[in-house]
């Protein structure tokens, strides 16, 4: 398994879903990053002012506020996760090929038919996926506008490792 398309994978899926991870990343990225503020934690803001006030003895941290520091650490890296959703999914929704172009040039072609936003193909181990290709951010390369009539046969290009990341091949039609 190549970590390269383990991470184009990963990528994929924000990619895949533009439209609706930039609602969600954006939402969500507001109360991530205010409940990993120092202050959110209970008494948090007590601690500042006392800190500020030199009025703290040499105790240290509190047991307490080792667990809320863990809490804030994981919202903050979940924070920043969802940032990173956000600009994907706003460069897919305008057209940028985050992923689609590395798995065109490293998927297996394969032959696929699309019904309406779903794309059925069949991997070289005998596995069918049903998979979305939806309408905002569909999964065809090089030409993103491409039409592809439902029911007829199309070329996918799919990674090996990870045959949910593919896209549909506009440039090739099944002989």
């Known amino acids: ?20 991870m930039v609602f969600i990343a954006g939402f969500s990225i507001l109360g991530l990053f205010a409940a990993s503020a120092k202050t959110a934690a209970p008494g948090g803001a007590l601690r500042s002012i006392r800190e500020r006030e030199g009025l703290l003895s040499g105790e240290g941290r ?18 920043f996760v969802m940032l990173g959703s956000l600009v994907i999914g706003i460069l897919s929704l305008t057209g940028v090929p985050v992923t689609r172009a590395y798995i065109y040039d490293n998927g297996r072609p394969t032959t696929a038919t699309v019904d309406g936003d779903w794309v059925t193909f069949t991997t070289a181990e005998g596995v069918e996926y049903t998979l979305e290709s939806n309408f905002f951010t569909p999964a065809v390369y090089p030409d993103r506008d491409a039409y592809f009539p439902g029911g007829e046969p199309v070329v996918v ?6 045959p949910q990341a593919f896209v549909i091949d506009s440039e090739q039609t099944p002989r």
């Open 157 to 162: 290009r799919y990674l090996p490792s990870h």
């Open 62 to 79: 509190p047991r307490g506020q080792v667990g809320s520091a863990v809490v804030r650490i994981v919202f903050r890296i979940l924070a």
């Open 1 to 20: 398994m190549n970590a390269l398309d383990t991470l184009m994978w990963l990528v994929n899926f924000p990619a895949a879903h533009g439209y609706a």
